[in-house]
């Protein structure tokens, strides 16, 4: 790079480091126009770097000006959080751009600093209270400490004392979150109470928010009571722990017995009731060392603590947020199936192969109904590109997509667990092969390991299906564990040794039987009111849809069956998918293409600037990726995807990113214009192979890409019967 630009950026990080020292309180308006001065000046450098050959100097620009955002970010949190989110978020946004520079260099050491900076920013945007962010965080840190121990040792102990304070920070935003949740709560039980109080006698409305305690507690107590006596009796629980558990469900019984009527009592009996249920789930999880429990380090023994981990998660859900009559039917037999699969894991003693095959016979098929239940309020209406998803994926079949190298470790795990990989059969279409495979499957092993850009793409393509239909995934990264994007799942980080195996297998358990994360309440409301925008014109089976929606408000189990009865007999019909982000649509009257791109190439601008320009023409609204503000980046893009009417993707480069928010665009369904630089669609993926892709000229001109995309704008999304 220019050694002009490079004596501008140095001397602009000199004046960053002389304003902390100058003011080491970081704080006042001088510091704050100081430091505002300073990323002026980073920015012209920036911007004047653009077209230099060399991705390592750009990418040094980018991450001294998100350095520079970060002490600006971290002023202003100080009286102004509103702005400190926007410069944090900026922040992440320089180091995003700096990283994806460094995308095919050998620069280890300084993907890891970045790494340890990235989580600096995201752990200030947290602001101590988001535990997502906190996750995301210490993901950054472990793989910024595992490449610093082996290219530059000397900063490890910077790295380890950031993690060492991350446990106890996270503790306190989870005690927050739930906290939250609590209030939450409480106001909705006093909102309905106040409903109550307002109508007039013999007015049909909601039930009194002090009986969803009774009736939850009506229907969970005797379950409980006689679950710890049965494991009493069998010695799956010590005698300490036997007796701590039955005073807290005497607790719970004496709540069901009374009868307080003044007003704030519903609130607090709620309130009093889930507290003590959380601490049942958490005693229930861990019995005590009862004398009848499987031998340790089994594989009985394992299962029988991933069954604790389900009961615990589905019951908690009855006591979480309001639960609809179907939904407690669900918990029921979820509940009971699990506390029933313990015992002939206990009988298997050391016999692994017997624990394995109870696993894929009955464990396995729990969890994924489990899986389904938690993520219920996640349902939405899609047209995917292949078809209608399987509805039920096998329990004991395993998705794989990633190259040879990993192959072997791959089977091995799968094998060591009783799961099946999928093969395509011999003469499928490739395309319709993969979708399958994907949704079929109870799990998908995700390998981007691989140098070759558009390899990873093509991996990317089938994980980003596979998120959508809320399909668990393990993702695997090199030694390094650096993943080509931020998404929110934990990578297994390859070494290359004989533990990989090992490693990949107990990520699959973690996987299979983890508990999707985030899962937003009621958000199939917007499933729901989307299903009434669209079947309310006078259809013959509308007034039934109609009717079951509104008989089953608040109840999300119930809202899916309502849906998904319907949509087997109507022609053209959506299928009902599980994604692990919650369903968003487009607004009505509302119509904009949203760009997927690889955004940090020296002709993105220019790109973007012609399909903005085309979008304008025909009327359409035009949204690129990079001007999503939410730090958590994929969910953002998710809800771009979702609400945009019409998604622009270039293939071009087969960025990773790129390809991951296509095969979301696919499997939601979305109408696609596929475009490309010269030279692109010969080395398309199988999956993409025998779609249209649009060529264009390369940079400046775009020959071609102006008036395709004016076209493609202009058309109309999707027909009538299906508007988005």
């Known amino acids: 790079m220019d050694g002009k630009l490079v004596d501008r950026r140095s001397a602009a990080a000199d004046r960053q480091d002389a304003a902390l020292n100058r003011w080491p309180d970081r704080s006042g308006a001088a510091f704050l126009d100081e430091l505002a001065a300073v990323v002026a000046e980073l920015r012209a450098v920036v911007e004047a770097g653009e077209r230099e050959p060399d991705a390592t100097e750009r990418s040094r620009n980018h991450s001294h000006l998100g350095s520079a955002l970060f002490d600006l970010g971290l002023a202003r949190a100080k009286n102004d959080r509103e702005a400190a989110v926007d410069t944090l978020c900026e922040s992440a946004k320089e180091y995003e751009r700096a990283q994806a520079l460094l995308a095919g260099t050998d620069e280890p050491a300084m993907r890891a600093k970045l790494d340890f900076n990235y989580a600096n920013t995201l752990r200030a945007l947290s602001f101590g209270e988001d535990d997502q962010l906190l996750a995301m965080a210490g993901e950054r840190y472990s793989r910024a400490l595992t490449a610093l121990r082996a290219h530059a040792p000397e900063l490890v102990p910077v790295v380890e004392a950031a993690l060492s304070t991350l446990p106890a920070q996270r503790k306190l935003a989870q005690l927050r979150e739930q906290v939250g949740r609590k209030i939450g709560h409480l106001d909705e039980l006093k909102r309905r109470f106040a409903e109550t109080a307002d109508r007039r006698p013999g007015t049909p409305g909601p039930a009194e928010p002090r009986q969803d305690a009774d009736s939850m507690l009506a229907m969970m107590l005797p379950m409980l009571e006689a679950r710890l006596e049965q494991d009493r009796r ?30 704030a009592d519903p609130a607090v009996k709620m309130d009093r009731v889930k ?208 993943l080509p994007f931020d998404i929110d799942v934990v990578s297994v980080a390859l070494t290359g040794d004989a533990g990989d195996a090992a490693r990949i297998g107990d990520a699959l358990d973690d996987a299979i039987y983890g508990e999707p994360s985030r899962v937003l309440p009621h958000a199939f409301e917007a499933t729901a009111a989307r299903a009434r925008e669209l079947w309310s014109h006078g259809q013959p089976y509308a007034g039934a849809l109609l009717k079951g929606l509104e008989e089953t408000r608040g109840d999300a189990t119930a809202t899916a069956a309502v849906l998904g009865s319907l949509l087997r007999t109507v022609p053209d019909a959506p299928s009902l ?148």
């Open 577 to 724: 998918i599980y994604p692990v982000w919650p369903p968003s649509y487009p607004a009505a009257e509302t119509r904009f293409c949203f760009h997927v791109m690889p955004l940090s190439q020296p002709w993105s601008e220019k790109v973007q600037n012609v399909c903005r320009a085309a979008c304008g023409d025909a009327g359409v609204g035009y949204r690129p990726g990079d001007e999503a503000r939410d730090p958590d980046i994929i969910r953002a893009i998710w809800d771009d995807i979702c609400r945009a009417t019409q998604v622009l993707v270039d293939l071009t480069g087969f960025n990773a990113n790129v390809a991951l928010e296509f095969g979301i665009s696919c499997a939601l369904g979305k109408k696609v214009l596929l475009t490309a630089q010269k030279g692109t669609v010969e080395k398309l993926f199988p999956m993409a192979a025998k779609m249209r892709v649009t060529q264009y000229g390369t940079p400046p001109r775009c020959t071609g890409l102006a008036a395709a995309v004016r076209e493609f704008a202009g058309s109309q999304p999707i027909p009538a019967t299906r508007t988005w």
């Open 275 to 482: 507290a003590l249920m959380q601490v049942v789930a958490e005693m229930m999880k861990e019995r005590g060392g009862g004398a009848n429990e499987p031998p340790p380090g089994t594989r009985a023994a394992a299962l029988a603590r991933r069954l604790a981990d389900i009961e615990a998660a589905v019951g908690m859900e009855r006591f979480s947020r309001f639960c609809g009559e179907r939904e407690g039917d669900v918990v029921h037999r979820l509940i009971t199936r699990a506390a029933r699969s313990v015992a002939p894991l206990v009988a298997t003693g050391r016999d692994d192969d017997r624990a394995l095959a109870h696993e894929a016979e009955v464990v396995r098929p729990l969890a994924a109904e489990a899986r389904r239940h938690l993520l219920r309020h996640h349902v939405m209406l899609a047209w995917p590109f292949w078809g209608a998803p399987s509805g039920a994926a096998s329990p004991n079949s395993l998705h794989y997509a990633g190259g040879e190298g990993t192959w072997r470790s791959v089977s091995a795990a799968a094998a060591s667990r009783r799961l099946r990989v999928r093969q395509s059969p011999a003469g499928a279409d490739v395309a319709d092969a993969r979708w399958e495979s994907i949704s079929s499957s109870v799990v998908g092993v995700y390998d981007l390991t691989m140098a070759d850009s558009r390899d990873r793409a093509a991996v990317c393509l089938e994980l980003g299906i596979a998120r959508s239909l809320g399909r668990p995934v393990v993702v695997l990264s090199p030694g390094s564990g650096a």
């Open 234 to 263: 069998s010695g799956r629980v010590a005698q300490i722990r036997y007796e701590a558990l039955k005073s807290v469900l005497a607790q719970l019984r004496e709540l069901t017995a009374r009868s307080d009527t003044r007003i």
